[in-house]
C-alpha cells in the first residue's frame, strides 16, 4: 500500500541525522523517483530523478535550485538555505509530493513539480517579521474563517476570490449577494473595534465573524500563523488558486518568520452575527456630511439576539 507522506514524517526523517549525501526515497515505491535528504554540502533537499526535458528554474535566497544529467537520466534538486525554516520546508516537500499522486510519467511528474514550486517560490522569501500582534491576531482570524467557513462552503476557488483582507477593501469577503467582516479579539474582550463606517454598512445583509482568542507560551501546542497559513496551502489543490493564495499572504505582509511562532492562541470562542436591519451600527445616511471618518465599539453581549447557530 502506497504511504502517504505529511509533513511530520518528513521531518522525522531529515531529523534522523545522516549524512551529506545520503537520501531517503519517499512517495509511491511505483511511481516517481522521489528524495529527500542532504545534498553533498549537509543542506536539507528533496530530489526527482527522471526522464524528461528540463527547464530553466530559478531559485531564491531560502530555497536554491539545481539540476543536472546522470547519464540518461536528469536530477532536480530544491535544497534550503535558511535551516530556520526546515518545518516550512517539510510542508513544501509534502505538498510537492501530492502533487505527483497517481502520476507515473517522468515528463508529467516534473511538469507538476515546477508548477507546485512556482506556487510556492513567493512565499519563501528572506523573513523579517514585520508584523505586529493584532495584525498576527487579524490574519490568524481571517485565516481561521478561510479554511472553517469559506472553502467548505463555497470551494476553493470561489473562497479565494472573495477574500478581500489584504486589498484593505471595505469587507473582508464579498461572496454572491452576501459579505462577511472577520474580528480576532483577546479572549477577555468584551467588545469588537469598527474601524471605520464602510465595515458593517451595506444595504444587504451581512456577518461579523467574531474569534476570540487566549496568547498561550511558545511552547503550547495551539494556533500559530505559519502552521496555519501551511495548513491552507496543502488544502488547496489547484496551482493557480495556490498562486493567489499566496499572492493575497504577501499583500498582508506576511513572510514565514519563525518570529511568529512566538504568537500561540488558544481560540475560546467562535461567534457569527447576522448584520441586518436593526443590527447596532452606524450607518453612512445617519450623520453629517463633514464628518468623514468613524470609529466605535460594539459591546458583544448586547447583541446576543443577532449571533447564529
Known amino acids: 500500500m502506497m504511504k502517504q507522506y505529511n509533513s511530520k514524517d518528513i521531518y522525522e526523517i531529515f531529523s534522523a541525522g545522516f549524512q551529506p549525501g545520503y537520501y531517503k526515497r519517499v512517495g509511491d515505491p511505483k511511481g516517481l523517483d522521489t528524495y529527500v535528504g542532504k545534498d ?3 543542506r536539507f533537499a528533496f530530489k526527482l530523478r527522471g526522464r524528461y526535458l528540463p527547464v530553466r528554474i530559478f531559485g531564491s535566497e531560502v530555497i536554491s535550485v539545481e539540476q543536472y544529467k546522470d547519464v540518461e537520466t536528469y536530477t532536480l534538486l530544491f535544497i534550503l538555505e535558511k535551516e530556520d525554516l526546515l518545518e516550512r520546508f517539510c510542508t513544501f516537500c509534502q505538498d510537492l509530493l501530492e502533487s505527483i499522486l497517481g502520476i507515473t510519467d517522468d515528463t508529467e511528474g516534473y511538469n507538476a513539480i515546477c508548477n507546485r514550486y512556482a506556487s510556492w517560490k513567493r512565499l519563501f522569501k528572506p523573513h523579517h517579521g514585520t508584523l505586529t ?101 496543502t488544502l488547496i489543490r489547484n496551482d493557480f488558486y495556490k498562486d493567489l493564495f499566496a499572492s493575497k499572504l504577501l499583500s498582508y505582509g506576511f513572510d514565514w518568520s519563525s518570529d ?11 461567534s457569527k452575527y447576522i448584520v441586518e436591519e436593526g443590527f447596532p451600527r452606524i450607518s453612512r445616511d445617519k450623520i453629517a456630511l463633514p464628518i468623514i471618518k468613524v470609529q466605535y465599539e460594539i459591546v458583544l453581549s448586547n447583541i446576543e439576539e443577532y449571533k447564529q447557530n
Open 40 to 42: 553533498e554540502k549537509g
Open 133 to 233: 500582534e493584532p495584525e498576527i491576531m487579524g490574519l490568524i482570524g481571517e485565516l481561521l474563517f478561510l479554511k472553517n467557513e469559506m472553502i467548505p462552503q463555497y470551494g476553493e476557488a470561489k473562497a479565494l476570490e472573495s477574500w478581500m483582507g489584504p486589498e484593505k477593501t471595505n469587507k473582508d469577503f464579498s461572496i454572491d449577494s452576501v459579505w462577511y467582516e472577520v474580528k480576532a479579539v483577546t479572549a477577555s474582550k468584551e467588545s469588537v473595534h469598527i474601524s471605520s463606517i464602510e465595515q458593517l454598512d451595506s444595504d444587504v445583509t451581512g456577518y461579523l465573524a467574531v474569534y476570540k482568542l487566549e496568547k498561550m507560551g511558545p511552547t503550547y501546542d495551539g494556533i500559530k500563523l505559519n502552521q496555519l497559513a501551511n495548513k491552507i496551502m
Open 260 to 270: 511568529y511562532d512566538n504568537f500561540v492562541y488558544s481560540q475560546s470562542s467562535y
